[in-house]
T-cell receptor
Framework: AQSVTQPDIHITVSEGASLELRCNYS??????LFWYVQSPGQGLQLLLK????DTLVQGIKGFEAEFKRSQSSFNLRKPSVHWSDAAEYFC?????????WGAGTKLIIKP | DSGVTQTPKHLITATGQRVTLRCSPR?????VYWYQQSLDQGLQFLIQ???????AKGNILERFSAQQFPDLHSELNLSSLELGDSALYFC????????????FGPGTRLTVT
């Protein structure tokens, strides 16, 4: 079955530290993948997307994600987090023109 | 501000009742999507309309229905409400189809008592 798994429900990171949020997918072909962020009071917003080509994708707010077919993963990274990055992050996959959403990872920033 | 508006912001109603949630997409966007977000189910795709026609259906209950009008605004109708329908309902819009960036509204929080 097609699915998206975000193994970490919560992640706590110190401000200024690096971040990696994990995402694994199950799909028969190369999927279209997205990361969305849900910030308090700001709704849901697209961070980046991968359709094809370069497997390292740059997004907004200094985020990047790397598509690894061999690991069925699309992990989100940021070299140095800011307190404003505290939010919930969703990995999303297109499956026959419907989006399948992961359960989300809540990012907590320690001062 | 995404440009997508949703009304009302909050809605409190009783079990068995019917409610209508409204969404106005960004100017120029032809697709409207409805999502339900609850603590136990996460974010669930309900339904998509494109230029007035239903294009994709997700985990939408038979008690729920939606439509997109000629002016492209959309309404989600929830009937025979149950306690479990309490959730945040989001509307999103995009220029074209699902692979385009979706812009989300602020949501309508529905509480069923």
């Amino acid at each position: 079955a097609q699915s998206v798994t975000q193994p970490d429900i919560h992640i706590t990171v110190s401000e200024g530290a690096s971040l990696e949020l994990r995402c694994n997918y199950s799909y028969g072909a190369t999927p279209y993948l997205f990361w969305y962020v849900q910030s308090p009071g700001q709704g849901l917003q697209l961070l980046l997307k991968y359709f094809s080509g370069d497997t390292l994708v740059q997004g907004i707010k200094g985020f990047e994600a790397e598509f690894k077919r061999s690991q069925s993963s699309f992990n989100l990274r940021k070299p140095s987090v800011h307190w404003s990055d505290a939010a919930e992050y969703f990995c999303v996959m297109d499956s026959n023109y419907q989006l399948i959403w992961g359960a989300g990872t809540k990012l907590i920033i320690k001062p | 501000d995404s440009g997508v508006t949703q009304t009302p912001k909050h809605l409190i109603t009783a079990t068995g009742q019917r409610v209508t949630l409204r969404c106005s997409p960004r100017s120029g966007d032809l697709s409207v999507y409805w999502y339900q977000q609850s603590l136990d189910q996460g974010l669930q795709f309900l339904i998509q309309y494109y230029n007035g026609e239903e294009r994709a259906k997700g985990n939408i209950l038979e008690r729920f229905s939606a439509q997109q009008f000629p002016d492209l605004h959309s309404e989600l109708n929830l009937s025979s409400l149950e306690l479990g329908d309490s959730a945040l309902y989001f509307c999103a819009s995009s220029v074209g189809q699902v692979l385009d960036e979706q812009y989300f509204g602020p949501g309508t929080r529905l509480t069923v008592t």
